[in-house]
């Protein structure tokens, strides 16, 4: 009788223990989101180099032994920011994708989307995260080499299907000049943070692309564009 009732209590607690565990986890998921958006957020304004473990602790109003709790150093945290960070752009490009009328609105919709990205980030983001946190830096070059170079090569095959990119341009070159150029913005010897707006660099450099690659057809959308996605940019 009493083994049939520590079954009895087992198979009660149990499913009880198993929930505690699983809140327990969502728990911790839920600090660790929130570490990484707040160090992301800091690292995007400041650089990697200036930003400690203690101003993130204090910025997110956690103690380093949380913070320590999750990550195991600086640069587990800077690396799993950035693979987060990449993980919800390439959400949002490929429904851009999805949702665009055309090849030239979904590039409009991706400036769109990065304006707010590169909007106060500091030009040193990209050399800091190359110079210091070298493992973090080859995650996002493979996701430069691989994704966004076949994004942008998609994105001229579509366009040329369309009519309103011209189809003699040369799909190698032009999608390896979109990408490097695009990389402009991130060097400060450049375009330093005193005198020019990453966002604006990044959205001249898109234009200045697009005009030279659209047919007539594809200029009348890029105003058109314009208008709808930049006017209060």
Known sequence: M?????????????????KLIMESLEKSVQVSGRILEAAFYQFRQYGFRAITMDDIANNIGV?????????????????EAVEKRITEIRIKCESFRESAGDAIEEMFLCMHYLDGLFR?????FLLELHKFHTDAFRIFQHYKDDYLIKMVRTNLETGIVQK??????????LSVFRLE???????PGIFSRDR??????????MEHFLYGVATV???RLIEKYKQKYLQNH
């Open 2 to 18: 009493e083994t049939f009732e520590i079954k009895k209590v087992s198979i009660v607690l149990r499913p009880l223990r198993e």
């Open 63 to 79: 103690s380093k032994k949380t913070l320590y709790a999750h990550f195991a150093d600086k640069d587990e945290l800077v690396r």
């Open 120 to 124: 106060n980030m500091n030009p040193v």
């Open 164 to 173: 309103i990119y011209r189809e003699e341009i040369n799909l190698d070159i």
């Open 181 to 187: 150029s695009s990389m402009l913005c991130f060097q």
């Open 196 to 205: 020019f707006e990453m966002s604006h660099v990044h959205r001249e450099l």
């Open 217 to 219: 057809k594809g200029h």
